[in-house]
């Protein structure tokens, strides 16, 4: 199993602060997908990135997938509220007997204040 | 509403209980799982059934019972439990097994709590 980390593990942040979560691993991943957990709530795929360099936006999120597809980051602009949840990111590991499995990261909680 | 919808949404159990977790997808899916998430820890991936079949057991105790009577209900049956075994149980389908960049839809969980 490949390892992903994240980091921070936790943030919290003023409305309106611009913020950015990283996802690191040793281990080179042919995709990466981050997913937003909101409280009370399964996790929600945001994006998935599968080009090493490719940046995708989605609104005021920013996401990054690393030239060597070993890293990622999330780049919020101007952070609101609705923002708040677990951000957890994820990577195909090589296929198994049951096809591609994913690795989950430890996630990143953010809080963010009114 | 992610078309996956997982029943008890809470539960509390003593250790010589048994009872049972449901998911049940709406999408037309072909491949559900099983996850526990633990506070600290990442998702663990327990089971992945395959067109009703099981096609991965993550090393997971016998305490802990998948069954997919067909492809959009899965259930968990849990006997014998242990405190650490308390979790949120969420449960998640994709289109078919693992493919890449293929998207998981989760359920909202089953938050349990062994006494």
């Known amino acids: 199993t490949q390892l992903l980390e994240q980091s921070p593990q936790f943030l919290s942040i003023q409305e309106g602060e611009n913020l950015t979560v990283y996802c690191n691993s040793s281990s080179v991943f042919s995709s990466l997908q981050w997913y937003r957990q909101e409280p009370g709530e399964g996790p929600v795929l945001l994006v998935t990135?599968?080009?090493?360099?490719e940046v995708k936006k989605l609104k005021r999120l920013t996401f990054q997938f690393g030239d060597a597809r070993k890293d990622s980051s999330l780049h919020i602009t101007a952070a609101q509220p609705g923002d708040t949840g677990l951000y957890l990111c994820?990577?195909?590991?090589?296929?198994?007997?049951?096809?591609?499995?994913?690795?989950f990261g430890g996630g990143t909680r953010l809080m963010v204040k009114p | 509403e992610t078309g996956v919808t997982q029943t008890p949404r809470h539960l509390v159990m003593g250790m010589t209980n048994k009872k049972s977790l449901k998911c049940e997808q709406h999408?037309?899916?072909?491949?559900m799982y099983w996850y526990k998430q633990s506070a600290k820890k990442p998702l663990e991936l327990m089971f992945v059934y395959s067109l009703e079949e099981r096609v991965e057991n993550n090393s997971v105790p016998s305490r802990f019972s998948p069954e997919c009577p067909n492809s959009s209900h899965l259930f968990l049956h849990l006997h014998t439990l242990q405190p650490e075994d308390s979790a949120l149980y969420l449960c998640?389908?994709?289109?078919?097994?693992?493919?890449?960049?293929?998207?998981?839809?989760f359920g909202e969980g089953s938050r349990l709590t062994v006494l």
């Open positions: 999408l037309g899916h072909n491949a």
């Open positions: 998640a389908s994709s289109q078919d097994r693992y493919q890449p960049a293929g998207e998981l839809f």
């Open positions: 990135v599968v080009t090493g360099g």
């Open positions: 994820a990577g195909d590991e090589p296929p198994n007997n049951a096809g591609n499995m994913l690795t």
